[in-house]
């Protein structure tokens, strides 16, 4: 008996950020796999080994849970897209290294790419809200980006440039679900032919 309660002893006394991290690893594939209405408390606290009323403490509820893996999914987004940046030496390398961070990031996180895609249709303010934060965020990084790399462009035509890079972005990683022949590499090279000259000043 005493060797069967040794590794739930060891669950209870997991350090509170980590027992999150495990959480919201399970419930960001459950989520992905089952959808938000499809999902049960009651799987995901079974799966991680622990009560629901203590899934609950953590999180307060499914929705609270939910926007906690959409915040770690924006949390990871801007931190692939900053490192991709720093390595850029020209703004087409700075382009074409945010671009690929962005392809791979939705390849090697598909749980967490399938909540950014799928929960629109959740009906809940707050995922509305925590979902275009997150767009806000992509857009206010590559509009920073940009800038930077085409000082000469006026407000507005700055704003639509970003806008048209974050909506083809968008518009691109969900084509590839579809064609998942598609490399990351692929699709960089399809908007870096399209984008690229956005990044020469007006003469």
């Known amino acids: ?38 999902t049960s408390m009651d799987d995901i606290a079974a799966r991680v080994g622990l009560s629901k009323p203590m899934l609950y403490e953590y999180f307060g509820s499914k929705e609270g849970l939910l926007l906690a893996c959409l915040q770690r999914s924006k949390r990871e987004l801007l931190e692939a897209t900053t ?69 000469d462009l006026d407000p507005v035509r700055l704003e639509a440039f970003t806008e048209a890079i974050i909506g083809a972005c968008e518009r691109l990683a969900l084509w590839r679900d579809r064609r998942p022949d598609i490399t990351a590499e692929q699709a960089t090279s399809h908007l870096m032919e399209l984008f690229a000259p956005s990044l020469t000043p007006d003469l």
């Not at 961070?101 to 925590?130: G, I, Y």
């Open 83 to 151: 490192v991709a940046a720093a390595g850029a030496d020209t703004p087409e390398q700075l382009l074409h290294d945010c671009l690929l961070a962005f392809f791979k990031f939705s390849d090697e996180h598909t749980q967490a790419w399938a909540l950014l895609r799928n929960e629109s249709a959740v009906p809940s303010a707050s995922v509305s809200t925590e979902l275009e934060a997150i767009r806000t965020q992509q857009v206010e990084f590559t509009s920073g980006l940009l800038g930077a790399a085409r000082p």
């Open 1 to 38: 008996m005493e060797t069967q309660q040794a590794p739930i002893t060891g669950r209870k006394r997991m350090p509170r950020a980590e027992r999150e991290r495990q959480i919201l690893a399970v419930a960001e594939q459950v989520f992905a796999t089952d959808g938000y209405q499809g």
